[in-house]
C-alpha cells in the first residue's frame, strides 16, 4: 500500500462546475496535510494544509479531513480554465520530522 | 526577484560525470529542503536542513550524494558518478513558518543523465 494515494486522473470537469480531488494515507498517526498545484513543467505550490478534522475554507478552495477514514480532499468551487493543472496531496508523516511524503498527483482538466 | 532560485535550470551530462546544483533560498527562510521529481511522480525528500545544520536525509539518498549549506545560506546538492537512474527535476524548496510542509519551491534543476 502506498503511503500517499490519489487518483492520477485526468478529472475532466466543466467551466463551472465543482472539482473534487481526494486522497487517502496510510499512515493513521499523521497530523498535517497539503495540497500543492503543479502546472506543467512548473514547480508545486501550496494551495492550502489542514491539520484538523472538518473544513478549512480559503475562497474557492475547500481542504476536508477526515482522520478516522485517513482521508483527505480538495474541492475547488466555480472552477476556472487557469485550475488546470496536477494537484498533489502530501502528508506529514509521525516521526516523519520534517519531510513531508507526496501522492503521485491527480490532473485536473476544465473545460470550457 | 525574492523567490527561491535554483541553478543550473537544465543540466546534460554523461555517465559517471559529477553534478552540482545550487540553491538560493528565500532571504529570511532558516529551513531548507531538497526533493527529487520524476516524471508522472510526485516530489521525493531528499534531505533537510535547519540554518547550516543537515538535520534529516532520506535512506533513499546514496553514499553519491551530498548536500551541504555553509553559514546556513545557500546550498549545494552534488551527485557523483552519476547514473541514469539519477535523471529528474531536483527540487529545492525553503520554509519559516513552524509546520514542515509549508514550502516555497524553486523552479527545479532537470538533470538528465546520457
Keep these: ?53 472538518g473544513d478549512k475554507e480559503d475562497g ?10 485517513q482521508y483527505v480532499s480538495l474541492l475547488i468551487r466555480d472552477s476556472q480554465p487557469s485550475d488546470s493543472a496536477t494537484y498533489l496531496c502530501a502528508v506529514n508523516p509521525t516521526g516523519g520530522g520534517n519531510k513531508l511524503t507526496f501522492g503521485t498527483g491527480t490532473q485536473l482538466k476544465v473545460e470550457l | 526577484d525574492t523567490g527561491v532560485s535554483q ?8 555517465r559517471g560525470q559529477n553534478v552540482t546544483f545550487r540553491c538560493d533560498p528565500i532571504s529570511e527562510h532558516n ?8 516524471l508522472g511522480q510526485g516530489p521525493e525528500f531528499l534531505t533537510y536542513f535547519q540554518n547550516e545544520a543537515q538535520l534529516e536525509k532520506s535512506r533513499l539518498l546514496s553514499d553519491r550524494f551530498s548536500a551541504e549549506r555553509p553559514k546556513g545560506s545557500f546550498s549545494t546538492l552534488e551527485i557523483q558518478r552519476t547514473e541514469q537512474g539519477d535523471s529528474a527535476m531536483y527540487l529545492c524548496a525553503s520554509s519559516l513558518g513552524p509546520h514542515a510542509g509549508e514550502l516555497f519551491f524553486g523552479e527545479g534543476s532537470r538533470l538528465t543523465v546520457l
Design chain 1, 1 to 53: 500500500q502506498k503511503e500517499v494515494e490519489q487518483n492520477s486522473g485526468p478529472l475532466s470537469v466543466p467551466e463551472g462546475a465543482i472539482a473534487s480531488l481526494n486522497c487517502t494515507y496510510s499512515d493513521r498517526g499523521s497530523q498535517s496535510f497539503f495540497w500543492y498545484r503543479q502546472y506543467s513543467g512548473k514547480s508545486p505550490e501550496l494551495i492550502m494544509f489542514i491539520y484538523s478534522n
Design chain 2, 31 to 38: 529551513r531548507l529542503y531538497w526533493y527529487r521529481q520524476t
Design chain 2, 7 to 14: 541553478n543550473p535550470r537544465h543540466k546534460i551530462t554523461k
Design chain 1, 60 to 69: 474557492r478552495f475547500t481542504a476536508q479531513l477526515n482522520k478516522a477514514s
